[in-house]
DNA sequence: TAAACGATTAGCT
DNA sequence: GCTAATCGTTTAT
């Protein structure tokens, strides 16, 4: 059984960098699906962040991302990727963090019922952000959806607090050489495993 | 209206 | 390591 509090709209209230690390360790949990702890993810910024949907202001796309805190941004990636973030800064700031990985938790039948995998294929589940947006059987109607029991898409607060480590983004072309993607170190549940001859501590 | 482009993934060499 | 798949959004005619 998973249990924890859960986090209101305040939390998200605040810049994407300061939220996003705090994402680290926290439980994504979908009622009737599934979940598991935030192991990686990224933070885009309102301000000199070229890699921001909302870089040259808002569009159609986009809006979600200008929503309240705690609303969730789904779009369409590649076509055929959905990638979950969740809206950061009060109404009319586009921030936001894109969940990248996750380490599942408890019953993972849903979640692979949905990748279309076999009970031996775990760590395939939710490691990268098109693969989250699958297995939680996410689509492009949760698009302006928000965080909560409503919903039925949470974010939980079990009392972990572990260590964090922040690295280059990926996938991003500018911008991406900013220090905004955050993961939970050691975790083998990363969209990309640590660079070998990178720093363990 | 037309064309280019992804905050990716799976499969093959 | 390389590339096809695939389509809504954005930007350019």
Known sequence: MISGRVLDPSFFARPADSVAPDLIGKILWREGVGGGRLVEVEAYLPEGDPACHAHRGMTPRNRAMFGAP??????????LHVLLNLVCEPEGVAAAVLVRAVEPLGD???LLANRGLGPREVRAVTTGPG??????GLDLTWNHAVLGTESGLVVLDDGWAPRVEVTGRIGVGSGGDLALRYILPGSTYL???PRRGAPLA
């Open 70 to 79: 705690g609303t969730v941004y789904v779009y369409l990636s590649y076509g």
């Open 108 to 110: 993972v039948s849903m």
């Open 131 to 136: 693969r989250v947006g699958q297995a939680f």
């Open 191 to 193: 969209s990309r495993p």
